[in-house]
């Protein structure tokens, strides 16, 4: 079984009022347009994969939010950059990265780390794959951008 963490209601409480923030804030700069394409929803489990992947590995969650460039393409020292999927389809869920994301000549990005963000707020951390084997793995053409499955995985995380 991967790795289920769950993150303390203070964690929950500060993504939602980080992604509240930024919605108002670049709503009032860039308009109501951009804010339709906001979705909160997906920022907040992103953030909350990145929590989880920060207490596991114990390394510090970066809460900043970068409007350009979203974190700089790393999210963690080690070079990880967490991808977090709403719903776990077990071996058959999808690692997926979205083809204009600048991942691929990112020399800071190392791994790619793959969570899962269940309805009860729980995390599950599937696993890692460095970044050079994902992109010759991956399939390139699959509708949701570049996609590969749990177990494609360089490592798979194992609770013990």
């Known amino acids: 079984m991967p790795i289920k963490i769950k993150l303390h209601a203070v964690t929950h409480k500060k993504i939602e009022i980080l992604t509240e923030q930024i919605r108002n804030k670049y709503v009032n700069i860039w308009g109501k347009k951009w804010a339709k394409k906001f979705n909160s929803y997906y920022h907040i489990i992103g953030k909350r994969g990145e929590a989880a992947y920060g207490k596991y590995t114990k390394q510090t969650l970066d809460l900043n939010y970068y409007p350009y460039s979203g974190d700089g393409g790393v999210d963690f020292e080690d070079g990880a950059q967490v991808k977090t999927r709403d719903g776990y389809y077990g071996d058959d869920t999808y690692l997926i990265i979205d083809p204009k994301a600048t991942y691929e000549n990112n020399p800071d990005v190392k791994k790619f780390v793959q969570a899962c963000a269940l309805e009860n707020g729980e995390i599950i ?28 995985l360089d490592i798979k995380y194992q609770s013990s």
């Open 125 to 152: 951390l599937m696993g890692e794959i460095f970044k050079e084997n994902f992109y010759s793995k991956c399939d390139r053409d699959h509708p949701w951008g570049y996609a590969l499955k749990t177990k494609d």
